[in-house]
């Protein structure tokens, strides 16, 4: 058991049987009345985001997530296949379970795949990504001074804004946790 003074950004708890993650957390101690723990917490499998205050001698149980090493495999029919790098079991996710990391996961790529009491509620990626441009506007020269941008589709299917001096088949890399562009490969 968690007590709510002890809560701090990225611990996971468990609520109504659903684990959520601390994202931003404040304790609040109001000049009149008793002091409370304003929080904004995610869901873990839904990804919904919403803000909740708790008494400070609330206490509220830990929800411990198990992580496994899995490579991505292949998608059949909305399903993908995802291999245990050590035991080489299979074990297939479903579109929405995986979410927005849909859009920078490549074949063989390696993953952390989170469990919570034996149920899979979704995977974790590295931080950055490097993909090939598929699509974009051909750059004009004299146009790299400035700092505009222009959309570019990669191999995944994303599309994300980039300077202006990116060309298609360069390779990029791209922050999985807010999708931006951050640099040439």
């Known amino acids: ?27 609040v101690k109001p000049g009149k009345g008793a002091a409370f723990v304003r929080t904004k917490i ?17 206490k509220m149980p830990a929800a411990h997530l198990e992580t496994r090493t899995m490579q991505y495999l292949y998608e059949n029919d909305g399903m993908y296949t995802f ?4 035991t080489y079991e299979q074990e297939e996710i479903t579109k929405e379970t995986l979410g927005d990391a ?3 996961l490549l074949e063989n790529m390696e993953v952390q795949l989170q469990t919570f009491k034996g149920r899979i509620i979704g995977i974790s990626l590295p931080n950055s990504v490097t993909l090939k441009v598929t699509e974009c506007e051909p750059s004009v020269k004299g146009n790299t001074a400035t700092g505009a ?5 990669v191999e995944t299917g994303y599309e994300v804004r980039v300077p202006l001096f990116v060309n298609e088949g360069d390779s990029l890399r791209i ?4 999708g931006n562009y951050i640099e040439r490969a």
Request: charged fraction near 25%; hydrophobic fraction near 35%.
């Open 1 to 27: 058991m968690i007590n709510s003074t002890d809560f701090r950004t990225g611990l996971t708890i468990e609520i109504d049987g659903g684990v959520w993650q601390i994202v931003d957390f404040q304790h």
């Open 42 to 58: 995610k869901n873990v499998e839904t990804g919904a985001v919403v803000e909740r205050t708790f008494n400070p001698n609330e």
């Open 83 to 86: 291999m245990d790098t050590e």
């Open 102 to 104: 849909l859009h920078f």
């Open 149 to 153: 941008t222009k959309m570019a589709k």
């Open 175 to 178: 922050d999985t946790r807010t």
